[in-house]
């Protein structure tokens, strides 16, 4: 039940913000916004303040805004017979200059966009950000091994070998194999007192397949760093756009399997497979969860962004040709692009949701897609 809630306020959070963005950079510009509503329809509760009516509705996943003069795919399906009207039209989301209505399209991702960076800015600043070091640790030592004789401890950090600094566990696996069947010195280091010691080692020739010649399992350090306040933004902005890349490259990935394969590839979560992915986030702390909103955040944006008819960016990208050719592609075409792009967007979250359903009966885990 905690992880339903959870993964409810989530989606609703994130639609929300989105909507935000529409919302906000509409009245700035002085577009009419005749309702913002809280879920989707039916309507339960509605507080009018001003021009735009403040709703809340049955189904409370995300929300929406409804701009004047924003149907009939891009034409506006207003009637000029009155007085109002006509005082009104100027006001109108069709009637607005192509840069206007470019930015309420965009503002929602944008929004999206920025809500990743301040999360991902307030991780790197306050709890830190866990971040490869260059130590070797010793995870676990293996019984009557040349390391347990030795006296080698779990957890400590392998410094040298030999005098030879190493920093991953690859140089350990190969300085080790140097000097099979001599002693060899280890430099190890306490994480916790920080002391130092020098043990002598001496690697088997000959060893178990599944041990190695020193009898250790070996782990690259995993360090908690933290960064000034006025470094978090530049990395949580350096990283957005890099995990941006990542997610494009993903989808590329995903679409070319469905159309070419048929199938659905491993690691693509709908929203059945990102509901049962949150219990996971949720199990491991507030800290896990943030990161997670950032993730679907980003992932919300750069999916909306793309020319998809139905989406932001398929409404953004017909405006782009109004601002080429110098007029306004056809209604009714529009109409029927955005028609056909909200069918195959149902096909594709039906097609996923049946892969989610078939994993979760089979007990398949999902990995999330990073």
Same mark, same amino acid.
């Given at each position: ?18 909507? #935000? ?175 130092t010691r020098d ?70 979560a709908g929203p ?33 962004? #793309? ?17 080429v050719t110098r ?17 195959? #967007? ?25």
């Amino acid at each position: 039940m905690v992880t339903i809630i959870v993964f409810l306020l989530i989606l609703t959070i994130l639609v929300l913000i989105h909507e #935000l963005g529409h919302f906000l950079v509409a009245k700035k510009l002085g577009i009419k916004v005749e309702e913002f509503g809280f879920g989707f329809p039916p309507r339960v509760f509605g507080i009018r303040r001003g021009e735009t009516l403040y709703s809340i509705n049955l189904l409370p996943i995300g929300g929406f805004v409804k701009l004047y003069g924003e149907d009939e795919a891009g034409r506006g399906s207003l009637k000029t017979t009155n007085y109002k009207l006509k005082t009104d039209l100027s006001r109108a989301f069709f009637a607005r200059p192509i840069w206007q209505r470019a930015l309420v399209v965009v503002a929602g991702v944008l929004m999206n966009f920025i809500l990743a960076v301040v999360i991902i800015s307030y991780l790197y600043a306050v709890p830190g950000v866990p971040e490869v070091s260059d130590k070797v640790l010793i995870s676990n030592i293996v019984s009557g091994s040349p390391a347990e004789t030795s006296g080698l401890k779990k957890g400590e950090v392998i410094v040298s070998i030999d005098g030879k600094k190493v920093v991953n566990p690859t140089e350990v696996v190969s300085e080790t194999r140097k000097h099979l069947g001599e002693e060899v010195v280890f430099r190890l280091t306490d994480p916790k007192t920080k002391a130092t010691r020098d043990v002598v080692v001496s690697p088997r020739r000959e060893y178990p397949k599944d041990q190695g010649p020193v009898g250790i399992s070996i782990a690259q350090d995993i360090e908690v760093k933290k960064y000034p306040w006025y470094q978090a933004p530049f990395l949580g902005t350096k990283e957005v756009i890099k995990n941006s890349i990542l997610i494009v490259a993903g989808l590329g990935t995903v679409l070319s399997e469905i159309f070419t394969k048929g199938q659905v590839p491993e690691g693509v979560a709908g929203p059945v497979g990102i509901a049962q992915v949150t219990g996971t986030f949720v199990q491991s702390g507030l800290n896990a969860v943030l990161a997670f909103v950032a993730l679907l955040s980003l992932n919300l944006a750069v999916l909306n962004i #793309l020319p998809i008819p139905a989406l932001d960016g398929g409404r953004f990208f017909f405006i782009l040709i109004e601002l080429v050719t110098r007029r306004k592609v056809h209604p009714r075409f529009e109409a029927y692009a955005h028609a056909v792009g909200i069918a195959v #967007l149902l096909a594709l979250i039906a097609l996923i949701t049946i892969h989610d359903l078939s994993r979760l009966i089979r007990g398949v885990p999902i990995i999330p897609i990073q």
